[in-house]
DNA sequence: ACGCTTGTATGCCTTGACCAGACAAATTGT
DNA sequence: ACAATTTGTCTGGTCAAGGCATACAAGCGT
């Protein structure tokens, strides 16, 4: 059993980066626990609907950020990752994008106080 | 006059949509209000070090959002658009889209009081 | 040892971003 | 009025990346 994802194929952004997003959310609140299981690359593709290469590249993605570890024959394994320091300037970039994606969300109207809602659900 | 555009060649999504997204900002902050007069394409593609079509293809995108108005001879034209209604479905959209980043960011290390911080500024 | 399961590598096609340059409409100068 | 300039738009072309089908390699179970 793994994080339910959803794809959304008109998102514009690339399938295989909306698992590894969707998934890294999944560790990083720890609804999954380091030690499990996750799904393997063609039972989540045949899930999702998509080539097992597209949920493999995610999968490599967060093996390379060191939440993973995947071999043959076994499957995606949930380690424990404990937080890097990030320097400055990829602080500065989140901030960037945070700042992005809250001024686009007003665009299209939604009221701040669902998006205060949303954040505080998160933290 | 306009707001300065900060362009990203590695941020992986594209460059029009990293301009489109940084003057909507811009507009939605009123930083740049209705009645003003923006660059125009080939002003800021001059100063961007890019191509005048990819600046008129950000350009054309808020055009279709409503925020401004495009005219040969003239330039861009800063509208005044009141926030619309948006569904419920979109409203979870941006939801989604603020957890994941915010998962992200937390994956990466960035304390949460730096996410409150640059929260806060916005709203 | 054999077969099955699992991640990986290769090759192909399609899509989209970006660009160069030509075009069309509106303004400005004379 | 006319012509030149300015401005957004359109067309065609190149290239990188996403996604897929298929074949390969490594580990597990019987």
């Known amino acids: 059993m793994t994080a339910t994802v959803r794809i959304d194929l008109d ?3 690339p399938v295989w980066r909306q698992i590894a997003d969707q998934v890294r959310a999944a560790l990083v609140s720890r609804r999954v626990k380091p030690g499990a299981q996750l799904a393997t ?3 989540l593709a045949l899930d999702l609907g998509v080539n097992h290469n597209t949920v493999a ?3 490599r993605q967060l093996a390379a950020e060191g939440f993973l570890q995947l071999e043959r024959g076994v499957g995606a394994l949930v380690l424990d990752r404990e937080a890097p320091r990030p320097p400055a300037a990829e602080q500065e970039r989140f901030a960037r994008r945070l700042k992005l994606l809250l001024a686009e969300a007003r665009a299209a109207g939604v009221p ?3 998006l205060r809602k949303t954040i505080e659900e998160v933290l």
């Open 57 to 59: 590249e995610a999968y």
């Open 11 to 13: 998102s514009g952004d």
């Open 41 to 43: 690359v063609r039972e």
């Open 112 to 114: 701040v106080a669902a």
